[in-house]
C-alpha cells in the first residue's frame, strides 16, 4: 500500500479511513486515485452507512468497485455478523485494489464482476451442513466465521497453520478465479504453468483426500511455501499467488515508508516488473528484521515462511503471468 493525503489539509490519510483525522473532511477512495472529497462529483458508495465502506461509487445509490463484486451478504438480523462483513470488505478492498493496480480482469466476457464473493455464515441448525470456504467457476464462498479473531486463531492452531488471516483467505481464493481467467484459453500457457506446479489435472478430490490423511511430504519445504500448496497443484498455485500478492503489498507499503532501499520503485506496478529474485531478496531482509522487532513486542512472527529457490522460481512464473500482456 502506498501513503494517501487528505485533499483539504495534506495531513496523512490511511487506507480504512471515512474521513481525514485532522481536518475531519469526509473522504472516499478511489482504486485509480487516492482520496477525494466526498460530494456530488464522488458520491459515497452505498454500502458506506452499514460497513463503513470508504470508496467512490460511480453514481449516487451505486456500489463501489469492491463491494460490486460481492452477491451474497450474510444475514444482518444475526448478531455480528454486520461487524464481520465489514471486516472482510476491509481485506477485499486492499484485495481489490492490487488487482485493479495489477491490471488483471474485473470482469467476465459479458461485462459482470469477476470473481464474485458469497460470505456466508453457518446455518444456526447445528445439523445443517456448515459453510465451506472454497472457490468454484468464478464465485468464492467464504464463512463469515473467518472475520471473528478466536474462531479463525482456533482453527489456524487446529490446522497447524503459521499463519492464518482474511487477506491470506481472499487472496488464495481469487488465485483460482484467475487460474482459469487468465489460462483457460491459452493451452501453451496451461503448459508452462504445468511445468512449474505439476499435472493440474491429477484428480483433485483424492488428492486433497491423500492430503489430508497423510500429511505432507517431510521434505516439502523445499519446494512448497506450506504444507497445504503440496496438495495439488491448484492449490500450490493458489498459496504462491497469494504469497506473490503479500510480497507486492508488502513490499510497496515498506517502500512508501522508507523500509526497503530506494533502488526498488515505488510504485506496485513497477515494482511487478522487477524480477521475483530481486524482490524475494528485499522481502526476506525485511521479514528477517520485521520477524525480530514482532518478537520483540511479544507478537507472532510477522512471516513465517521461507522462500527456497523453488519457491521463488514458482513466484517467478505467477509474476510473468500477471505481468504478461502489459503495454510498456
Ligand atoms: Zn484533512
Ligand atoms: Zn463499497
Ligand atoms: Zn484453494
Not at 470473481?115 to 468464478?138: C, Q
Request: aromatic share 8%; hydrophobic share 40%; glycine share 6%.
Amino acid at each position: 500500500m502506498r501513503r494517501f493525503r487528505c485533499p483539504s489539509c495534506q495531513h496523512e490519510v490511511f487506507f480504512p479511513n471515512t474521513a481525514c483525522l485532522y481536518c475531519g473532511s469526509v473522504l472516499g477512495f478511489a482504486p485509480g486515485g487516492g482520496f477525494s472529497l466526498i460530494g456530488d462529483d464522488n458520491p459515497a458508495c452505498a454500502n458506506r452507512a452499514t460497513i463503513d465502506c470508504n470508496w467512490i461509487a460511480p453514481e449516487p445509490g451505486a456500489l463501489c468497485l469492491s463491494c460490486r463484486h460481492t452477491t451474497v451478504v450474510p444475514d444482518l438480523t444475526v448478531e455480528g455478523n454486520v461487524e464481520k462483513w465489514a471486516r472482510i470488505e476491509t481485506a477485499k478492498r486492499r484485495l481489490i485494489r492490487l488487482l485493479y493496480r495489477l491490471e488483471l480482469p474485473l470482469n467476465d466476457a459479458e461485462g459482470n464482476p469477476a470473481p464474485v464473493f458469497e460470505l456466508k455464515g453457518d446455518p444456526i441448525d447445528t445439523g445443517k451442513p456448515r459453510v465451506l470456504t472454497g472457490h468454484e467457476n468464478g464465485t468464492i464462498t467464504l464463512n463469515i466465521v473467518e472475520a471473528d479473531d478466536a474462531e479463525r486463531e482456533a482453527m489456524r492452531s487446529a490446522m497447524g497453520e503459521p499463519y492464518r488471516t482474511l487477506s491470506g483467505h481472499v487472496r488464495h481464493e481469487v488465485a483460482h478465479h484467475y487460474f482459469e481467467a487468465l489460462t483457460g484459453n491459452d493451452p501453451a500457457q496451461r503448459e508452462a504453468l504445468r511445468a512449474v506446479f505439476g499435472d493440474d489435472r491429477a484428480d483433485y478430490g483424492e488428492a486433497l483426500k491423500a492430503h489430508y490423511e497423510n500429511g505432507p511430504p517431510a521434505d516439502w519445504a523445499q519446494s512448497f511455501i506450506s504444507s497445504y500448496a503440496t496438495a495439488h497443484p491448484y492449490e500450490d498455485f493458489a498459496e504462491t499467488w497469494a504469497h506473490v500478492m503479500h510480497v507486492l503489498d508488502g513490499l510497496e507499503t515498506a517502500r512508501a515508508f522508507s523500509l526497503v532501499g530506494a533502488d526498488l520503485p515505488e510504485d506496485l506496478h513497477d515494482l511487478a516488473l522487477r524480477p521475483m529474485e530481486r524482490l524475494a531478496e528485499s522481502w526476506v531482509a525485511l521479514s528477517v528484521s520485521l520477524n525480530a522487532v514482532n518478537q520483540a513486542m511479544g507478537h507472532e512472527t510477522f512471516y513465517p515462511f521461507v522462500l527456497s529457490p523453488t519457491v521463488i522460481a514458482k513466484m517467478e512464473a505467477i509474476r510473468a503471468l500477471i505481468t504478461r500482456n502489459w503495454q510498456l
